[in-house]
């Protein structure tokens, strides 16, 4: 069983900074990207960041300049800095991750709980 927990958010003045994390654990073989999704209410989710099978880090266009995406392949960990934070950032995040599982054979999206972040004006 393999299972994605998000940490991190919380509430923070518009200016402010959060730190997101999430972490894979279960009988994984290997993870092939890792990546942020975000959903405000009334709204549909939306990929925030994402980091790629070569490293590459892809950003939406709202958010480049000021999210940081990162990851610990040790730790099955992937990581979203969040600085500059906006009013328009609040949301819940949800980490998504696309792993194979040790006794597998295939590649499957697996998503967390969700983390709430709420940006004051």
């Known amino acids: 069983q393999v299972q994605l927990v998000e940490s991190g958010g919380g509430l923070v003045q518009a200016g402010g900074s959060l730190r997101l994390s999430c972490t894979a654990s279960g009988s994984i073989f290997s993870i092939k990207a890792m990546a942020w999704y975000r959903q405000a209410p009334g709204k549909q989710r939306d990929l925030v960041a994402g980091?790629?099978?070569?490293?590459?880090?892809i950003y939406v266009d709202s958010v480049k300049g000021r999210f940081t995406i990162s990851r610990d392949g040790a730790k099955n960990t992937v990581y979203l800095q969040m600085d500059s934070l906006k009013p328009e950032d609040t949301a819940i995040y949800y980490c998504?991750?696309?792993?194979?599982?040790?006794?597998?054979?295939?590649?499957?999206?697996?998503w967390g709980q969700g983390t709430r972040v709420v940006v004051s004006s």
């Open positions: 998504n991750a696309d792993i194979m599982e040790s006794d597998g054979s295939h590649y499957s999206d697996y």
């Open positions: 980091i790629m099978a070569n490293g590459r880090p």
